[in-house]
């Protein structure tokens, strides 16, 4: 189901589908949250979004006077400008330090230029944080030119055997979606992975890559 949430920053996101899901749990319908996400506008100070007479767009965070929260919204505005944004959002990557900042600063690699994109994505797989590996593991799925470059597929590759379970999940997710058919053996041990959702991610990407040997795996694990 598509959810159009008029707030900016993958934080507003993750906030939305955490109150989503206790409303379900009460009884809400999904659709029902679909509808309330629609109607959500920010608070004054709070990521309000003006266009002004110049044509330029002015981000309100005048509320925040957290630093990391104000850098996490710098990075989900900058491919808002219109200007030359990624190379500059890629340096500050690698310089910052707050976890949920360069988780901020990666979901937006998709919307940068193929070679940006790759060299964030880089720094995303290889964080230290598993939050940001997730999230770069994520990304990567909707950055084709991964593939384009060995050695970063070599990265996204290496977090199958990550040590968080999302993060597994994601890689074999992306890696699927990219059409990494040299992956096939690395993800199909996967299917034997102690967490489920690694286990249903494994076996839809390898649907992705041979569809007739995902069928085969698929029918040995029932029998």
């Known amino acids: 189901m598509p959810i159009e949430l008029p707030l900016l920053g993958a934080h507003n996101a993750t906030n939305f ?3 989503a899901t206790v409303a379900i749990e009460l009884g809400v319908s999904p659709a029902a949250c679909a ?5 959500l506008q920010p608070v004054a100070g709070r990521g309000v979004a003006t266009t002004l007479a110049s044509g ?4 309100d965070e005048s509320y925040n006077a957290n630093p990391e929260a104000t850098r996490a919204a ?3 505005a900058l491919p808002r400008t219109g200007g030359e944004w990624a190379e500059a959002l890629v340096d500050m990557l690698a310089g910052e330090d707050d976890p949920a900042v360069r988780v901020a600063m990666v979901s937006t690699l998709h919307r940068a230029p193929p070679a ?36 970063l597929t070599g990265i996204l590759r290496q977090r199958l055997t990550d040590g968080d379970a999302r993060t597994r999940a994601a890689a074999a997710r992306s890696l699927g979606v990219l059409g990494v058919t040299e992956a096939f053996a690395e993800i199909a041990a996967l299917v034997a992975d102690d967490d489920s959702h690694v286990r249903l991610e494994s076996l839809q ?12 795996i698929a029918a040995g694990l029932v029998d």
């Open 17 to 19: 589908l955490a109150a």
């Open 35 to 39: 509808d309330a996400a629609r109607s």
């Open 56 to 59: 330029a767009r002015l981000l």
């Open 74 to 76: 710098l990075a989900a």
């Open 116 to 151: 940006i994109a790759r060299r964030g994505l880089a720094l995303g797989l290889d964080d230290g944080d598993a939050a940001v590996r997730y999230e770069a593991a994520m990304t990567a799925a909707s950055v084709p030119s991964v593939t384009d470059e060995p050695a």
């Open 205 to 216: 990407a390898l649907g992705r890559l041979d569809r007739e040997q995902a069928r085969t």
